[in-house]
């Protein structure tokens, strides 16, 4: 199926390609996503709405920015039908603005997706310490990312796009 | 919206599996016990207030294009 999108044109996405979010995330409206990814070494990824061509958020893996960060318990995967000894990928929603040394990462709420079914579900990380406007480079300069890659489980449901028109 | 009176150690029972005790009350502070279904995510409400705030930040934010890192 395709599916249009503002950032990166038409989008021609197979089923696998289709997150699906029971429960959306957190007051934004939507069940389906993709991930889009626009370009081999960019470790920054944006979850694109399928149901709202200009609704599209920058996320990455937080553990790229945050080694240390880890997820507790996580009571919200029994709501997808997902079990914590499978491959879960987690992602942080990035806010960024023109200036990329005011970027900040939101480590309360990871975005959790189960590389098996697909399904999606934003969870709440309560440990101590976490912020929901965490300075993108507290731990890493820009640099440092070249080297990190930008998934760990979902390769196959990345949509891979040249780059942003 | 239903409105319950209840003490201190009573309880209030929300289907077959969850249940809400009052465990204590102090000043205008209230501590209540859920028990409820692992399933079931019990959070404080502000924290989904803050998470949507964000959410939205982000998506309003976003650029058309990210920078090349």
Redesign the interface.
């Known amino acids: 199926m395709n599916c249009e999108s503002?950032?990166f044109g038409t989008l021609e996405l197979d089923d696998e390609h289709v997150l699906h979010f029971p429960h959306g995330?957190?007051?934004?409206p939507g069940q389906f996503w993709a991930l889009v990814s626009?370009g081999e070494d960019?470790?920054?990824l944006w979850l694109q709405s399928l149901e709202d061509a200009d609704?599209?958020?920058?996320v990455c893996r937080p553990q790229i920015v945050a080694p240390d960060y880890k997820i507790g318990t996580v009571?919200?995967l029994?709501?997808i039908d997902a079990d914590v000894g499978e491959p879960i990928e987690q992602l942080a929603?990035?806010?960024?603005?023109?200036s990329?040394a005011d970027w900040t990462i939101?480590l309360?709420?990871p975005i959790l997706i189960s590389a098996r079914t697909g399904k999606g579900v934003?969870a709440?990380n309560?440990r101590d310490g976490l912020s929901?406007?965490a300075p993108m480079w507290q731990h890493v300069e820009?640099?440092d990312?070249?080297s990190a890659s930008a998934v760990e489980y979902l390769d196959l449901r990345l949509v891979r796009v040249d780059?942003?028109? | 919206m239903l409105v319950i009176s209840r003490k201190v150690d009573e309880q209030v029972r929300i289907g077959d599996e969850i249940t809400v005790r009052i465990l204590g009350v102090q000043g205008n502070v209230v501590r209540i016990g859920i028990d409820a279904p692992?399933?079931?995510?019990?959070?404080r409400e502000e924290?989904?207030?803050?998470?949507?705030?964000?959410?939205?930040?982000?998506?309003a934010?976003?650029?058309?294009?990210?920078?090349k890192?």
């Open positions: 503002t950032r995330l957190v007051g934004i626009t960019s470790v920054i609704l599209a958020l920058p009571p919200e029994q709501g929603v990035v806010t960024a603005t023109d990329l939101n309360v709420g934003q709440i309560e929901l406007r820009p640099s990312l070249a780059e942003e028109r | 692992k399933s079931v995510v019990v959070h924290v989904f207030e803050q998470i949507a705030g964000a959410n939205k930040q982000a998506a934010q976003a650029p058309r294009a990210l920078p890192l």
